[in-house]
């Protein structure tokens, strides 16, 4: 129920802002959670171990990337000196100097923005996004449809990122830095390259995802579409590594007298040691579907 209330929520705030950052426009299932489909009906502790691995690089993203996708919306500041949306405070420095005003963008060029969350909803209660702990970016931006940057986060965590709308990713903890970068505007590709050795906790388990190599990118087209791609992005889960690969491409469709139709067209391959052992795919209804081949390690 609780994801349910999430999801309604998160498209609300799709349909109805269009000018908001990336990481609150994430196409996902509109419905109840997700049921397994296909050949193989997974067991739910497989199923969410699958789709934890499909998304620990966007919520890990979510955290390092906040900002300058949460904190600011396409370079403008929302939070960065005082309180968050109802409740909670931020601290926002940029080149280690005063923090910018809310309402005015950061500058373009090179600099550093580093932002310290003590329990900051950061959604306008939307979602219920709340952060605590400390995240930087060191960015380049000419203008800001086109920036590249290093994020890091310093033991940052995150509840209710609406990158986790699959999973079970609702709690989590990021660590460490990556590089991300976000070009174009009506369309709009996102590219995350976590370094080696960063990490996302699930606190609600406290299994350790630790990044290994690869990246992972998220394109948001202009009518209510994104595509995520994984290039052989590589997720070790408390010992056991895999390797993701492929795109899943997500639609959601307004009905009217209903909230409306997501449909799935792609897949994504999750191998170990070579060896294909689960996919995420959508099949020949475009329904989203999980097969488990092997059993996946629980995040």
Not at 46 to 75: C, I, N, W
Request: net charge negative; with cysteine; proline share 6%.
């Amino acid at each position: 129920m609780l994801r349910h209330l999430r999801l309604i929520a998160l498209w609300a705030g799709v349909l109805a802002c269009a000018g908001c950052s990336d990481e609150r426009r994430i196409p996902t299932n509109p419905g109840p959670p997700l049921a397994p489909t296909g050949p193989t009906a997974p067991s739910d502790t497989q199923r969410r171990a699958a789709l934890a691995l499909f998304e620990a690089a966007s919520v890990h993203a979510a955290a390092t990337t906040s900002p300058l996708t949460l904190a600011t919306e396409d370079g403008k500041v929302i939070w960065a000196n005082g309180p968050c949306s109802g409740y909670g405070s931020t601290q926002g420095s940029v080149d280690g100097g005063s923090p910018p005003t809310p309402g005015t963008f950061l500058p373009t060029g090179n600099h550093t923005y580093v932002v310290s969350f003590s329990d900051c909803f950061v959604d306008w209660g939307l979602t219920g996004v709340e952060l605590h702990g400390v995240a930087s970016a060191v960015y380049s931006a000419a203008e800001w449809s086109n920036v590249s940057a290093t994020v890091s986060a310093e033991s940052l965590r995150g509840e209710g990122l609406t990158s986790g709308q699959f999973s079970d990713l609702y709690d989590v903890t990021a660590d460490g830095l990556a590089v991300w970068t976000s070009v174009g505007s009506t369309m709009k590709t996102t590219t995350y390259t976590p370094a080696i050795g960063s990490r996302l906790v699930n606190n609600a388990t406290t299994n350790v995802a630790t990044f290994r190599g690869g990246s992972y990118s998220m394109i948001r087209y202009p009518v209510n579409r994104v595509e995520r791609r994984f290039d052989s992005l590589k997720v070790d889960v408390n010992g056991t590594e895999y390797t993701l690969s492929g795109s899943l491409d997500t639609t959601y469709t307004p009905r009217p007298g209903t909230f409306g139709e997501v449909t799935h067209i792609g897949e994504i391959r999750i191998v170990h040691n070579g060896t294909l052992v689960a996919r995420i795919y959508g099949d020949v209804r475009n329904a989203l579907t999980i097969e488990i081949l092997t059993p996946l390690a629980s995040f």
